[in-house]
């Protein structure tokens, strides 16, 4: 294995050296630009009709590069619908008008490791904040970072709340809610109802998507890259680092402790004294709940303490250190979600006032996986249908995609747009006959069909 590493760590410096062209590198070509005038919505609670926020455009606004550096504008508002947050949340994700600069070649921290800090730790391909594991409240305090509060309040910061199975009920459909006007995610950004086994009811009313749909079968897509500059992908990936072993889902190298008293870490440190372990306070309401379990050779598909890995992935040919938004077997996030608790490389992205000038401005024209060619794939359900039929992508495309609902005759009687950056939209079919039609998905010159059964 370590020959196996090293073998792509030096194929990646031969490869740079050859200097390849800038607009091949991931950083720069593979957020979702908004080239279609896409705006926000959002839900409120009590009603199901998405409310269009006009002034806050979607996903990235710009993207920009020189030979060291790519600087990306962007509101932090998706294409999918937002909210509500039925905990009480009395902010909503506004236009933030971010403007990060990220490194084109990102390098490994051979210091003191940083450690992920409350706030925006990465960005997803659509402008979205990447938040790490906590809510910003540890166990003697009650304000936190999510809520609005100052990060820690008065707490002492030992027992630090996790925010995934705190927060569940404030989350919206696509497993984000807001922290002032910051919209971000804490974990693996795909809808509740998408999982194989649903632990919130909160998409049955306000139904939207998220960045990606899970696919076991195939390599998830790049969904965004870490503060430290390395890239982020989705749940599954190539069982053995060099590309071989076929398609399996990355699993967090971290387990819950055999605790039933909250006095010491999983190393041994003695601390503070938390709430003993009880239904009150389970086992997983803190991040100390977890401990470490280090890898092997003999398990490459367990992540590393950082929750990723070197390794070759389709985006990265020649191999690169990645993290993956960890899930379990029934695709629930799983601790630590998707960075952290310490960043691989050093941490060097930042936020900049304002684009320098000088730069080259890249414009994207594909879809968001060109190596995988998976744009056009998607699933159309329930199949047989009555009331209504679900278009659902596997990625969110750069680009709108049309989709029309054909009867036998070839004429079309519904038609929507599967919005970039979007992965669902659907057909109302109260008032469609019962008989065989067609799905057809269209994008620019790709086209593909499905047969549908529409019974009444």
Same mark, same amino acid.
């Given at each position: ?6 073998? #792509?760590?030096? =194929? ?21 630009? &908004?080239?279609?005038g896409i705006t926000g919505r959002h839900y409120i609670s009590g009603s199901s009709t998405p409310i269009v926020d006009a002034t806050y455009p979607a996903n990235v606004q710009s993207v920009a590069y020189n030979t060291t550096n790519v600087y990306v504008s962007c509101s932090g508002i998706p294409a999918y619908v937002i909210g509500p947050y039925?905990?009480?949340?009395? /902010?909503? @994700? ?10 084109? /070649? ?20 659509? =402008? ?18 999510? $809520? ?19 927060? +569940? ?11 002032? %006007? ?10 509740? &109802? ?22 076991? %079968? ?24 060099? =590309?071989?072993?076929?398609?399996? +889902?990355?699993?967090?190298?971290? !387990? ?7 006095? *010491? ?7 503070? $004294? @938390? ?19 280090? *890898? ?8 590393? #303490?950082?929750?990723? +890995? ?9 191999? *690169?250190?990645?993290?993956? $938004? ?44 060109d190596v995988t060619n998976e744009n056009l794939k998607v699933s159309i359900y329930p199949n047989p249908a009555n009331d209504v039929l679900f278009i659902q992508s596997h990625l969110g495309g750069k680009t709108n995609r049309k989709v029309e609902l054909v009867d036998g005759l070839g004429r079309i009687i519904q038609t929507q747009t599967l919005?970039?950056? !979007? ?7 109260? *008032?469609?006959?019962?008989? #065989? ?20």
């Amino acid at each position: 294995m370590k020959n196996k590493v090293l073998q #792509i760590a030096t =194929g990646i410096a031969l490869f740079l050296s050859a200097g390849a062209e800038a607009q091949t590198n991931p950083v720069i070509s593979s957020w979702i630009q &908004n080239t279609t005038g896409i705006t926000g919505r959002h839900y409120i609670s009590g009603s199901s009709t998405p409310i269009v926020d006009a002034t806050y455009p979607a996903n990235v606004q710009s993207v920009a590069y020189n030979t060291t550096n790519v600087y990306v504008s962007c509101s932090g508002i998706p294409a999918y619908v937002i909210g509500p947050y039925l905990d009480g949340n009395p /902010n909503q @994700g506004g236009n933030n008008n971010n403007k990060y600069k990220f490194p084109l /070649n990102p390098v490994q921290n051979t210091g003191t490791l940083a450690s992920t800090t409350g706030g925006t730790i990465g960005v997803f391909i659509n =402008g979205v904040s990447l938040f790490d594991y906590r809510d910003g409240v540890s166990y003697k305090n009650s304000t936190g970072a999510d $809520a609005g509060g100052p990060l820690g309040g008065m707490g002492d910061g030992i027992w630090n709340r996790d925010a995934v199975p705190a927060e +569940r009920v404030g989350f919206d459909c696509a497993k984000g809610h807001p922290a002032m %006007t910051n919209y971000h995610h804490h974990q693996n950004p795909s809808a509740f &109802n998408l999982d194989l086994n649903v632990i919130s009811t909160v998409c049955n009313l306000y139904l939207a998507d998220g960045l990606y749909v899970i696919d076991s %079968t195939v390599h998830s897509p790049l969904i965004g890259f870490a503060y430290d500059g390395f890239p982020i992908y989705g749940a599954y990936g190539y069982k053995n680092v060099d =590309g071989t072993g076929g398609i399996v +889902r990355m699993k967090s190298s971290f !387990s819950l402790r055999s605790i039933t008293s909250r006095t *010491t870490y999983y190393d041994g440190t003695v601390v503070t $004294a @938390g709430p003993i372990v009880s239904v009150t306070h389970p086992l997983g309401e803190y991040r100390e709940d977890y401990q470490y379990n280090p *890898t092997s050779a003999s398990t490459p598909d367990y992540l590393d #303490i950082h929750n990723g +890995r070197f390794c070759v992935t389709p985006e990265y040919p020649l191999g *690169t250190y990645c993290y993956f $938004a960890t899930v379990d077997a029934n695709w629930n996030a799983y601790y630590p979600y998707v960075v952290g608790p310490t960043f691989y490389g050093t941490k060097v992205v930042t936020t900049v006032p304002s684009i320098p000038g000088g730069l080259t401005t890249y414009v994207s024209s594909t879809g968001i996986a060109d190596v995988t060619n998976e744009n056009l794939k998607v699933s159309i359900y329930p199949n047989p249908a009555n009331d209504v039929l679900f278009i659902q992508s596997h990625l969110g495309g750069k680009t709108n995609r049309k989709v029309e609902l054909v009867d036998g005759l070839g004429r079309i009687i519904q038609t929507q747009t599967l919005f970039q950056g !979007s992965t669902m939209c659907y057909f109302d079919l109260q *008032t469609v006959y019962a008989g #065989i039609y067609f799905v057809r998905v269209t994008d620019g010159d790709k086209v593909e069909t499905s047969k549908v059964v529409v019974t009444k």
